[in-house]
């Protein structure tokens, strides 16, 4: 028996598949977006909390989008990845495929970069352990993980201050800016 049940895909890397049902179905013979979702948030779970050795929760799941329908029957995989740990926060690269196992087909549905907070006994946030980078691989793939997490904070400022312009903004403005994108 193998001593470590993970070699094979890596410690950092978490894969769960599940067989969709008619319990999944959306009403259009599709599943519905929250049965992806809690597949994805479940395995950024798992490689977070694995990473740090720490219970990690979802504090954002990126952009997850749902451009790509998955049948009922199909079998839904999700793949998630530790980008990098810092701070008190797990970068996770999920990403989910739908496959037609009797035709072996397999396809990309959607991705997602869950950040997965570290929790202390007191619930509240606390520093994950720093792991240096010890290949050229992952000093790629820290360095890809610190990227996208900038952006994504300087996103998220961005929608603040905008949603808080947006509220200050008199009867007539509202109306006129609603009127310029075509909205009466
Ligand atoms: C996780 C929790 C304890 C964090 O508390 P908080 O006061 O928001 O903590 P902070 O503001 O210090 O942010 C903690 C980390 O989240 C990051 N963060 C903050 N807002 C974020 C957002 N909108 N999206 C992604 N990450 C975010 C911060 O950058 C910080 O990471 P860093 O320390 O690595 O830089 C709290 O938000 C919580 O309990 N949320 C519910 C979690 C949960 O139940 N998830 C399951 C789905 S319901």
Redesign the pocket.
Known sequence: MRSDPFEAIGRNRVSLSVLTTPSDDNGLGHVFGGVVFSLM?RAAYIAASRHVGMTC????M?DVEFQVAIEIGEVLHVVAEVLVA????VLVQVDAYAERVVEGELRHTNSCLA?M?A?GSD???VA?PGRRPASRESRVAVLRGLAA?EI??RA?HAVTEAFEEIATLDDATLEGRLASMGID
Do not use: N, W
């Open positions: 948030e929760v979802a504090r954002g990126g810092a701070h008190t926060s950040t907070v929790l619930g509240r946030p994950v997490k994504l904070d998220r």
